[in-house]
């Protein structure tokens, strides 16, 4: 089993920067890729930006230029750096691990605010 555990959110201005972060515990050994993905009011669950073991990284064409994604093995750590955020950019963060099996786990989400 893996446990993550999100923080970071909260509510910014529009062009303000938000750091999310997702802690992972357990069975972190096994830990494949990383990701965030995010949800609005009404709308699908969207992926935002992946990292894969290697450090490889994938965005959403909506946060390419503003988004980065970046992890820290020796932490168990996925990061989510956020500037020149938009009030479309408003939603509930979720971080998801993906272990070598193929099983993934979710973070509980948390939520992102961007005022015009």
């Known amino acids: 089993q893996v446990q993550l555990v999100e923080s970071g959110g909260g509510l910014v201005q529009a062009g303000g920067s938000l750091r999310l972060s997702c802690a992972a515990s357990?069975?972190?050994?096994?830990?494949?890729?990383m990701g965030w993905f995010r949800q609005a009011p009404g709308k699908e669950r969207e992926i935002v930006a992946s990292?894969?073991?290697?450090?490889?990284?994938n965005y959403a064409d909506s946060v390419k230029g503003r988004f980065t994604i970046s992890r820290d093995n020796a932490k168990n750590t996925v990061y989510l750096q956020m500037n020149s955020l938009k009030p479309d950019d408003t939603a509930v963060y979720y971080c998801k691990l993906v272990v070598y099996s193929g099983v993934g786990y979710w973070g509980q989400g948390t939520q992102v605010t961007v005022s015009s």
């Open positions: 357990g069975r972190t050994f096994s830990m494949n890729a």
């Open positions: 990292v894969g073991s290697g450090g490889s990284t």
